[in-house]
């Protein structure tokens, strides 16, 4: 298992910014939000992906995962994971965060397997967010399950609450193909807040996973990028590490 945060957290801060949070507070990964406003997008020159491929070897601090806004309902979706693939390759990363959209599951499975076949031989794996259309994590499951890929889950913690399910529920659902588990925490009008101080079932959903013998990675997303008035991301960053080693 290995814990670290998304930088959603701290949208648009320099590379040097997040190697030097993650080296002090501890976090072992990192997972790079890919946008047009973060320093980190898909117009980078290849010198400039050696550059921040380097930034981060050279602190021992590994990119997990890129979080794209890749939708499987997009009409372009083999195009738009071409380039996030292209992307990740010179950044040296395994794994694209994809969003099922608002398609069916059948559509969604088969959008996902056509988008996987762009990444074949890349050394890059697609893995599917419990988000849009698809919160409950047996959407998730049947989109992997039909698309015959080899592609993996992102279980978000939120939307088990908003899908009305329990961390077993989800686990159960997911575990077989479960990359990451996405942890948060909400108040009751979901502001972003630390984690343990809200009403999301963190410290559950952790033990959760690890009695299940879940491997993968445990990434903090706060959602800072969206909420103004979201708790400041150091501190919340702190109890988020805290709360999973507490639980782990």
């Given at each position: 298992?290995?814990?670290?945060?998304?930088?959603?957290?701290?949208?648009?801060?320099?590379?040097?910014?997040?190697?030097?949070?993650?080296?002090?507070?501890?976090?072992?990964?990192?997972?790079?939000?890919?946008?047009?406003?973060?320093?980190?997008?898909?117009?980078?020159?290849?010198?400039q992906?050696?550059?921040?491929?380097?930034?981060?070897?050279?602190?021992?601090?590994?990119?997990?995962?890129?979080?794209t806004?890749?939708?499987?309902?997009?009409?372009?979706?083999?195009?738009?994971?071409?380039?996030h693939?292209?992307?990740?390759?010179?950044?040296?990363?395994r794994?694209?965060?994809?969003?099922?959209?608002?398609?069916?599951?059948?559509?969604?499975?088969?959008?996902?397997?056509?988008?996987?076949?762009?990444?074949?031989?890349?050394?890059?794996?697609?893995?599917?967010?419990?988000?849009?259309?698809?919160?409950?994590?047996?959407?998730v499951?049947?989109?992997?399950?039909?698309?015959?890929?080899?592609?993996?889950?992102?279980?978000?913690?939120?939307?088990?609450?908003?899908?009305?399910?329990?961390?077993?529920?989800?686990y159960?659902?997911?575990?077989?193909?479960?990359?990451?588990?996405?942890?948060?925490?909400?108040?009751?009008v979901?502001r972003?807040?630390?984690?343990?101080?809200?009403?999301?079932?963190?410290?559950?959903?952790?033990?959760?996973?690890?009695?299940?013998?879940?491997?993968?990675?445990?990434?903090?997303?706060?959602?800072?990028?969206?909420?103004?008035?979201?708790?400041?991301?150091?501190?919340a960053?702190?109890?988020?590490?805290?709360?999973?080693?507490?639980?782990?």
């Amino acid at each position: 298992m290995y814990v670290g945060f998304s930088t959603l957290g701290c949208p648009g801060v320099s590379i040097s910014h997040v190697v030097a949070l993650a080296v002090a507070s501890g976090a072992e990964i990192v997972q790079l939000r890919i946008a047009h406003d973060e320093p980190v997008n898909l117009t980078m020159s290849v010198a400039q992906r050696d550059e921040v491929r380097s930034i981060f070897l050279d602190n021992g601090v590994t990119v997990d995962s890129l979080a794209t806004y890749i939708r499987l309902d997009a009409p372009d979706v083999v195009d738009q994971t071409r380039s996030h693939v292209d992307l990740a390759v010179g950044l040296g990363v395994r794994r694209l965060r994809v969003f099922p959209g608002n398609a069916t599951v059948d559509e969604a499975a088969a959008a996902l397997a056509a988008a996987d076949a762009v990444a074949a031989d890349s050394g890059v794996t697609l893995a599917v967010e419990t988000h849009d259309d698809h919160v409950r994590s047996t959407d998730v499951a049947a989109i992997l399950d039909r698309s015959g890929t080899a592609a993996t889950a992102v279980w978000d913690i939120l939307h088990t609450t908003t899908a009305d399910e329990t961390p077993a529920d989800s686990y159960a659902a997911l575990r077989d193909r479960l990359s990451e588990l996405q942890i948060k925490d909400v108040d009751d009008v979901r502001r972003p807040v630390a984690p343990g101080t809200g009403v999301l079932p963190v410290a559950e959903a952790i033990r959760t996973a690890r009695e299940g013998g879940f491997t993968g990675s445990i990434v903090f997303e706060h959602e800072a990028k969206w909420h103004a008035e979201a708790d400041p991301f150091g501190p919340a960053l702190a109890m988020a590490l805290r709360i999973v080693r507490d639980n782990w």
